[in-house]
Structures are given as C-alpha cells and as structure tokens.
Nanobody
Framework: QVQLVESGGGLVQAGGSLRLSCAASGRTFSTYFMGWFRQAPGKEREFAAAISRSGGNTNYADSVKGRFTISIDNAKNTVYLQMNNLKPEDTAVYYC???????????????WGQGTQVTVSS
C-alpha cells in the first residue's frame, strides 16, 4: 500500500494561484501512477490530472487544461499540482490518488489522501 498526504490548499482570489503537494510513502510507491481529483460541495468527485512515474505522460480534464500543471519529483516522492488562473468553480476538496495504471486511476479505484480544501473567492 502507498500512503498519501496532501498540503498546500487555502483561500485565494479568482485569478490567483496555488500549488498543492502530495507526499507519498510506502514500498510500492515506485509502481504507481499518480493523480489529482477534486470534489466540490454537492457534487461527485471528478478527475483533474494524472502523471506517470517518469513524468513523461500527463493528462488533464478539459476543465483544468491550460491552467493546471501536474509534476512529480521522484527524489522527494512528491507530486505537485500547480493551479493558475483559479476560478470560483475550482473550489473543492482536492485529493491525491495513486493506482497501478492510468485506467485504474481514472476509474477512481485508487489509494487516496485525506484531501486539502481549495477555496476561490470571486
């Protein structure tokens, strides 16, 4: 199993930026595909971004493409989500996720962190 701890959430005005971090631990970390999901109040959890362990493959939800960037630092076992030009509709709890492959990850069958709140004011 892999353990995930998110940080970096907070309150920001529309148009601002935040960077989320996800620190991973566990012997099997090196085998996992990593990603970020988010869940807004009253809505289902949705996929935001994913990255391969090598960092060579990334994919994004259309709603965040061009504004969010996912990256990975294998030396630190940490995944980041840089969020720019934030909008009020980005307000959600953001969860880090890990799964053996991108298909499993995007289906939501993953290991999860506890989440970090991001609030964007208008």
């Amino acid at each position: 199993q892999v353990q995930l701890v998110e940080s970096g959430g907070g309150l920001v005005q529309a148009g601002g930026s935040l960077r989320l971090s996800c620190a991973a631990s566990g012997r099997t970390f090196s085998t996992y595909f990593m990603g970020w999901f988010r869940q807004a109040p009253g809505k289902e959890r949705e996929f935001a971004a994913a990255i391969s362990r090598s960092g060579g493959n990334t994919n994004y939800a259309d709603s965040v493409k061009g504004r969010f960037t996912i990256s990975i630092d294998n030396a630190k076992n940490t995944v980041y989500l840089q969020m720019n030009n934030l909008k009020p509709e980005d307000t959600a709890v953001y969860y880090c996720a890990a799964a053996p492959n991108v298909f499993t990850l995007r289906s939501g069958n993953a290991s999860w962190g506890q989440g970090t709140q991001v609030t964007v004011s208008s």
